[in-house]
């Protein structure tokens, strides 16, 4: 059973720090492209960045590039999403995405795979 598994959100105040990462389980992605999404409340799901096979492509969304940093490591099967100065309307659910391939994607129904989510709030 493929599971993927969000963890290191929280509650930070604005300007500040977090690192999520993403574990997966059950098949390695070694070989393909993640991604992280997130949706804020009464909002649609939005991209945030993508990674291919072996991190040496990236690309993330306008509103987070400079403050943001998509990372992986294919020995421990993890994706991480370093997030630094944080806005209040960064505040949403994120969630981690895996293809069943190549290449790396910014549009949700690209992924065959999904975490549950983990919440990151960021206070004013």
């Known amino acids: 059973q493929v599971q993927l598994v969000e963890s290191g959100g929280g509650l930070v105040q604005a300007g500040g720090s977090l690192r999520l990462s993403c574990a997966a389980s059950?098949?390695?992605?070694?070989?393909?492209?993640m991604a992280w999404f997130r949706q804020a409340p009464g909002k649609e799901r939005e991209f945030v960045a993508t990674?291919?096979?072996?991190?040496?492509?990236?690309y993330s969304t306008d509103s987070v590039k400079g403050r943001f940093t998509i990372a992986r490591d294919n020995a421990k099967n993890t994706v991480y999403l370093q997030m630094n100065s944080l806005k209040p309307e960064d505040t949403a659910v994120y969630y981690c995405a895996a293809r069943a391939w190549e290449p790396r994607s910014t549009r949700a129904y690209d992924y065959d795979y999904w975490g549950q989510g983990t919440q990151v709030t960021v206070s004013s």
């Open positions: 059950g098949r390695t992605f070694r070989n393909n492209a």
């Open positions: 990674i291919n096979w072996n991190g040496g492509s990236t």
